[in-house]
């Protein structure tokens, strides 16, 4: 089911299935990639409770052996609207018999999309209802449209970071498992990255040690976005692979895909979030249109 909220300059549409933005429109523009399944199908997932690919599916726990897909199960998940404002909605997803099989633990998992003037605010709450520790990743994957203005195009676009950083690109293999070898990603006077469709002909960019702000814009348009991530790790880039795809994702996460060959141990992966019994988690990532 979708719900829509809008603050008069922004109208935004949220899907019940992965409480996934479907819509993002400011004066009857839409900046949001449409799903088209020749390029990619999905819109703006949630990631939880992880974050990229599982080696051969699998992870473990307490010395037993779990499956989960690609990105977790958050974003084939039906959630339940918890509240809902003209401008807010709500939105929670709890464990079920299905998630258990899956990932052991009693949660609850909240999101929350306001909208104040331009801006969307992407809100997550996480809270640990088991009786030991908790592990998970969790971030976001939204898709925005590339060109966002007629007769523009992918390649006239770049990305601006708040302020001069010297980030680090995280090493994947070409099946985008982490490879461990880190290297200084070089942006154009620390700041700007031009887009070009080839750029992601190896798959995803994932950056840390990066400004936690970057805007997607074109000197030759009016249009852009700013993501803004102050809590969040890393930030993923990507299109699919090998092809000239209309969108571009800017991706705040709190943690890494699997490495390459190894099943990973929950208890001994270093970028997942630790929560204690009881305990609550909340981060989340905010997005302005021009």
Known sequence: ????????????TVDSLGAELVSVEKDGTEYLWNGDAVYWPERSPLLFPFVGRFTEGK???DGREYEMDIHGFARKMQFETVGKGQAWIAMELRDTPETLRMYPYHFSLQVTYRLERDEIKTEYRVQNQSDRVMYFGIGGHPGFRVPLEEGLEFRDYFLEFSHVCRPDRVG????????????????KDGRYLPLRHDMFDDDAIVLQNMARCVTLKSE?????????????RYLGLWHAPKTEAPYLCIEPWMSLPSRQGIVE?????????RLKP???????WNVSLT
């Open 172 to 187: 994947h293999t070409s099946a985008c498992f982490v490879s461990g070898e880190n290297r200084e990603f070089s942006l």
């Open 59 to 61: 992870y473990l726990l």
């Open 278 to 284: 009881g305990g609550i988690f909340e981060t989340g």
């Open 265 to 273: 141990d929950f208890a001994c992966k270093n970028d997942l979030i």
């Open 1 to 12: 089911m979708n719900y829509q909220i809008t603050n008069g300059k922004l109208k935004v």
């Open 220 to 232: 030759k348009g009016t249009r852009s976005v700013r993501v803004s991530y102050p809590d969040m």
